[in-house]
């Protein structure tokens, strides 16, 4: 069936199995960026914004995607003009394979687009639901507080 | 991957309750009502072959009129948290604490209500939380059932095939001070015991209930202030926790049953102590 | 406190470098934070197949009949590979160098099935539905046969025997008896044991186990084969092991290797879970035959299953300790489990002696005993620590053990006892990985340092032995680890520099970049030896057409050994330009020194770029390049001291890790940042499998818990206050003075929680994992 949404800030018509998940859905689009890691909801490697909040593109059914704006890793920042947390994150060491980062970076962003002074409790509740096997987190955490920190324009002595 | 459902040829999206509802009367029973969806990642199922959304009938909405708190079935619940938790009220505490250790962020964002009390299981947080407090099930935004009856028998059995539960209903306390705790293997497992409990003052009476440890989650008792008071004085164990032995206890191999027994006393028990102090630790 | 220390000493150690012991961006990072960097399933080819597996729903059964006519008129379905139709070559699914120690027990599929998720069938059709489709309608009935899922059980006369075909067979002359369940038996002994433990007053005889794991890389197992114009058959995979992979493919399908190329892209994790060669012969002759692109991927429930796990062990370690607080035997006992298959049965037994014992080298006497037996349980494998994870559990709870009977502190006992710089242990020598061990000195240890520093930061003198009654109760506890770096004498790394237009050169590396950063670090090296800027090294791995070998990501090796190899390519390289430097500027060759990217002689320079663009078109034409290889004859161990405080809730059992620090000596670390991100992602998977991961099985052998709702690892809810130190020092044999990182502090939760329990409580755990239930049971046993 076919199935109208924005996507990355265009608007999108594609042609859907009713029954498809949306991260294949996003994938067959040629955005290879949201990863699939479990198909159950847990792992948070397809996780994508969907009218700004993270969820799991892996449980989404293509149909009811119809309507909504969902942003991916793609739509934040690219090699040649990254987005500031996606800098952050590389900068801090936070990235080591990558298979998480892409949703890891989308839940970030979605937690500073609301909350632009996190608490270490608030970027460990947004963060919750995108699991990384490589780095710890330990990296991961500081990579969201310097972002929250460059993105409030705040002087740092460090950079 | 594969598709989440192979065999889906339709998606309804009806947008009036009268529509769902005859939609369901023709519908085959290899059906399923779409609420989040996020509850496919846990019970696969592949037999489905027609999928009816709730998302455009309208039950998105958090209302309070009068001491009646309504929640629209498709409210999911980091919206529910967000409301509850700007409202400010106090005297829902165990609400709100069961939706914030409720799985993951985006997951609660996607998680409905409706979805989590249709398609109840001994993973759910926010019944246990809610059985503490007076609440109702709307079907068919006409038919009201106590949550309880819904615990007690079943969804599917009280809902039935061709309706669809449209709203929840809390009656808000005046004061009130209840608490949730759920022990998981890690922060973010389903639990193995989840316990609420909530003294109401208003009515001096303390409801407990349990969930983790059951098929679905039950209330527990429902006793005097005075008598917790006495029993926590007195230093016995008192005649109201022997309900925990009366459980059915569901299998779950994380656990064994003797632990899952005493970890859900401990923490009843944790959970009286809190409440009795005004919620104070 | 801070995460990690100033990393101002290294600085110094090494020597004034300029780019080795920074803590520069990995090369690879922002591809992958864009999204952009390709793993293996981001490629999509337009007539590609997709294939899916069939695994066996019964631990233990042969195949009596198998009918594949239903699923064969699927529509879509295109081929099925079942045991009738597949070359049936023996091998090992070991990603190990040839001849491997691993035992030749396995073939492509069989018509015997061994374990809950054994294969049993592929079938490939246009689309993963149809796949799914066809695999539902394959007909297969089994004869049910005994299961044993104990391995004490299965090594007891009488047990059903798991591998009784004909074809089973050791390539290497080590003791493997299949017709007992023996996968591997290891033996060492040297110094007079029993009477040792006779003559003692102060014997220590304790029991442990400690249990099967998934590495659970958040990538799952993939793979995608297709052929090229030429018919050349290209595997793209998700490998540890590109070349093991394509040598054994080869063997398997009877194909020369000439024809295989197999590339490594970006990989999601490996942590050992993919040092196997699995999914890529079934792929590869899937794609030989429709002679069209294939993909074949693991679901995650396949994963924990039908990949591989941790070895579950049970140990026993009997110790004397004389009352001056010397450790003079140790003696240690282990049965491994390794599951339906023997990949990695001989030398993760042996790791679990080699990579332990060591450390405590004032013994005068030593012995180790390690079984490992066949059972009908998911197979085991390598995963990070490869044994030494195993081992530290008992050595390390026993020293704490032998502190408190001697009254004094468990980090005296260790200075009395710790192997230092300069000395040896007989059982380097005595252990090796299927062939004789290497014997090897010391060089470089910083453990003392490690003891201390570490001590320090998580507060030793104020925590330790501050036991109360209260319910919340609070300790603190540690281990002393060691690993290697690389296998001596059997590992081996290349490396291929050629010079570009601009004084850029291209790094062709076999070498494995799991995500650990391995390009940037051999990247580093080249471009310290080379005098040039990080950027100016374009690095491409893992590509057996176009990248020198390397024998793969395990077994720590790629900082050391890989990083030696780029080193000498370098210097190999520099020869070649101070060779032509010589003749532009008319200065002799000994004269000449690299600096900044230019050749400098006594009066005169000239830039790595000029003497390319002479040396590519103008005169005496030829590509400048570099090549080395390098193995080792050491494997110089790195050390660490880990420190982990704990809060125990007496009630209900539940352990929280309140803060944990890891204090690690990996000699010089190329790359600081990298050093602790491997660190912290070791300890943080560490301290997940110490408190809640566990495989739960049923009866019958299926795994219950399958999935990762079921089987739980740490998110950033369960991370600790963390604190990575790292204890500089310089370890001669390797390159800039480095060692390994990557696998030794996975070792360091299991037993530094332990001890911490002890500590707040009194009461012992020598059973992991550290459950609630568990806790709750031993606390409330005293």
């Known amino acids: 069936m076919k199935i109208a949404f924005t996507l990355n800030g265009a608007a999108v018509e594609t042609d859907a199995h009713p029954g498809a998940r949306l991260v294949d859905v996003l994938r067959m689009l040629g955005l290879m960026g949201t990863k699939y890691g479990c198909g159950t909801g847990e792992c948070g490697a397809c996780v994508v914004l969907v009218d700004g909040k993270p969820m799991n593109s892996c449980l989404i059914l293509a149909p009811h995607i119809e309507g909504h704006e969902v942003i991916t890793i793609e739509g934040i920042g690219t090699p040649l003009n990254p987005h500031p947390i996606q800098e952050e994150f590389v900068k801090a060491g936070a990235v080591q394979c990558g298979f998480c980062t892409p949703g890891m970076i989308l839940a970030a962003y979605a937690l500073l687009m609301n909350t632009p002074d996190p608490t270490q409790e608030e970027i460990v509740s947004a963060l919750d639901g995108n699991l990384c096997r490589c780095t710890g987190y330990v990296k991961i955490v500081e990579a969201v507080h310097a972002a929250a920190r460059r993105l409030r324009g705040d002087i740092d002595d460090e950079s | ?281 | 406190m801070p995460p990690h220390e100033d990393y101002a000493e290294t600085l110094m150690m090494s020597r004034n470098t300029h780019i080795v012991g920074k803590r520069v961006d990995k090369i690879d990072s922002l591809g992958l934070a864009t999204g952009r960097a390709y793993f293996t399933d981001d490629i999509y080819i337009h007539d590609m197949l997709h294939a899916r597996l069939l695994t066996s729903p019964i631990a233990h059964a042969r195949i009596s009949h198998l009918d594949t006519a239903s699923a064969e008129c699927v529509p879509g379905v295109v081929h099925i590979l079942t045991h009738e139709n597949v070359p049936h070559i023996p091998y090992t699914t070991a990603g190990q160098g040839f001849p491997e120690p691993s035992p030749y027990d396995t073939i492509l599929l069989d018509s015997k099935v061994r374990y809950i998720g054994d294969i049993v069938a592929v079938v490939a059709a246009e689309t993963e539905e149809a796949a799914e489709e066809g695999i539902r309608k394959i007909n297969v009935e089994y004869g049910p046969l005994p299961a044993v899922f104990d391995p004490e059980d299965a090594l007891a006369p009488g047990a059903p025997i798991i591998h009784d075909e004909e074809y089973a067979k050791a390539v290497i002359p080590v003791p493997y008896h299949p017709e007992c369940n023996m996968a591997a038996d290891v033996y060492f002994s040297v110094g007079p044991v029993e009477q040792i433990w006779d003559e003692s007053s102060l014997q220590f005889d304790h029991a442990y186990s400690i249990h099967r794991a998934s590495h659970c890389a958040i990538e799952r197992h993939t793979v995608i084969a297709y052929l090229d114009p030429d018919g050349r058959l290209i595997i793209r995979s998700s490998t540890q092991v590109p070349f093991h992979a394509r040598r054994i493919v080869a063997h398997v399908l009877e194909e020369p290797v000439h024809r295989i190329r197999v590339i490594k892209p970006r990989i999601g994790g490996g942590f050992g879970g993919k040092q196997e060669i699995i999914l890529e012969p079934l792929a590869g002759l899937i794609s030989l035959r429709t002679e069209r692109p294939v993909r074949l991927g693991m679901t995650r429930n396949e994963v924990f299953t039908t990949s591989r796990t941790r070895h579950p062990q049970r140990l026993r370690l009997r110790s004397v300790v004389d009352p001056g607080g010397v450790v003079s035997m140790l003696d240690l006992d282990t049965v491994l489990d390794t599951g339906a298959n023997g990949s990695h049965a001989l030398t993760v037994a042996t790791n679990t002696g080699s990579k332990v014992l060591p450390l405590v080298n004032k013994v005068k006497a030593v012995r180790f005993r390690a079984r490992t037996a066949y059972t009908n349980l998911p197979p085991s494998g390598a995963y990070r620590g490869y044994g030494a994870t195993q081992g530290a559990f008992p050595l390390n709870v026993q020293m704490d053990v032998m502190a408190d009977a001697l009254k004094i502190d468990v980090l005296d006992l260790w200075r009395k006892n710790r192997i230092q710089t300069g000395e040896s242990s007989p059982v380097f020598e005595a252990l090796g990985e299927g062939t004789e061990g290497v014997s090897m000195e010391i060089r470089s240890c910083g453990l003392d340092t490690c003891i201390s520093r570490g001590a320090e930061a998580i507060g030793w003198k104020s925590k330790r032995r501050k036991r109360s009654d209260d319910r919340f109760a609070r300790g603190v506890g540690m281990a002393a680890l060691m690993q290697g770096s690389s296998i001596p004498r059997i590992d081996m790394a290349a490396a291929s520099l050629k010079l570009n237009d601009d004084g850029s050169v291209n790094l062709l590396v076999g070498a494995t970049d799991l995500g650990t950063g391995s390009d940037t670090i051999l990247a580093q090296i080249a471009a310290e030896s080379l005098t040039i800027p990080l950027r100016k090294v374009i690095v491409y791995s893992s590509d057996t057409d176009i990248t020198p070998f390397d024998t793969g990501a395990y077994a720590s090796s790629t900082t050391y050994l890989s990083g030696e190899a780029v080193r000498r390519a370098s210097e190999d390289l520099s020869r070649n330009l101070k060779r032509v430097a010589a003749e532009m500027i008319n200065e002799p060759i000994a004269a000449l020194r690299l600096k900044d990217g230019h050749v400098a002689g006594n009066e005169r320079s000239v830039s790595f770029s000029a003497i390319a663009l002479r040396s590519l078109y103008q005169e005496s034409q030829e590509q400048l390049c570099g090549n080395a290889s390098a193995y080792s004859e050491q494997s110089p161990p790195p050390f660490a001291a880990h420190f982990s405080e704990v809060e125990v809730d007496r009630e209900t059992g539940v352990i929280t890790v309140i803060s944990y620090v890891a204090a690690v000596d990996c000699g010089v670390a190329i790359n600081p940042s990298l050093a602790e991100g491997q660190t912290e992602g070791a300890v943080i998977n560490g301290i997940g499998y110490a408190l809640f991961e566990e495989y739960l099985m049923d009866p019958n052998g299926r795994m219950r818990n399958d999935s990762f709702v079921g089987y739980r690892i740490p998110s950033i809810r369960d991370l600790p206050a963390m604190k990575t130190i790292l204890v500089p020092t310089y370890e001669p044999t390797g390159p800039y003075g480095a060692k390994s990182i990557s696998e030794i502090s996975i070792n360091g939760p299991v037993p530094a929680i332990s001890n911490a329990v002890f500590d707040a409580t009194g009461v012992r755990l020598y059973h992991a994992p550290f459950t609630a239930d568990r806790v709750w049971k031993a606390l409330s046993a005293t």
Not at chain 2, 142 to 150: E, Q, Y
């Open chain 2, 1 to 281: 991957m594969a598709h989440l459902l192979p065999h889906v040829t339709e998606f309804l999206v009806p947008s009036s309750l009268d529509e769902a509802r005859s939609l369901l009367e023709t519908l085959p029973e290899t059906t399923m009502i779409l609420g989040g969806g996020v509850s496919l990642g846990m019970i696969p199922r592949k037999r489905v072959t027609h999928v009816l959304s709730i998302s455009a009938l309208g039950l998105d909405y958090i209302n309070i009129d009068g001491d009646d708190l309504r929640i629209g079935a498709a409210t999911t619940l980091d919206s529910l948290e967000d409301t509850l938790t700007s409202d400010g009220r106090s005297g829902l505490g165990a609400i709100t604490e069961s939706i914030k250790r409720t799985a993951t962020t985006p997951l609660r964002n996607r998680i409905t209500v409706g979805g989590i009390l249709a398609g109840v299981g001994p993973w759910a947080d926010l019944p246990v939380a809610l059985l503490t407090y007076e609440t109702t099930v709307i079907i068919d935004g006409a038919r009201s059932v106590t949550l309880d009856s819904v615990m007690e028998k079943g969804p599917r059995h009280v809902i039935g095939n061709h309706s669809i539960l449209t709203e929840i209903r809390v009656k808000l306390p005046s004061k009130a001070f209840s608490t949730f705790v759920k022990v998981g293997r890690n922060a973010t497992d389903l639990a193995i015991s989840s316990v609420a409990v909530n003294n109401r003052c208003d009515k001096k009476t303390i409801i407990a209930a349990v969930g983790g440890i059951v098929p679905r989650p039950v209330k527990l008792f429902q006793t005097s202030v005075n008598d917790v008071r006495q029993a926590r004085d007195d230093g016995a164990s008192p005649r109201f926790m022997n309900h925990i032995n009366d459980v059915v206890l569901r299998r779950d191999h994380r656990a064994s049953d003797e632990y899952r027994i005493h970890l859900t006393k401990r923490l009843l028990m944790d959970s009286l102590e809190h409440v009795l102090n005004g919620g104070k630790a």
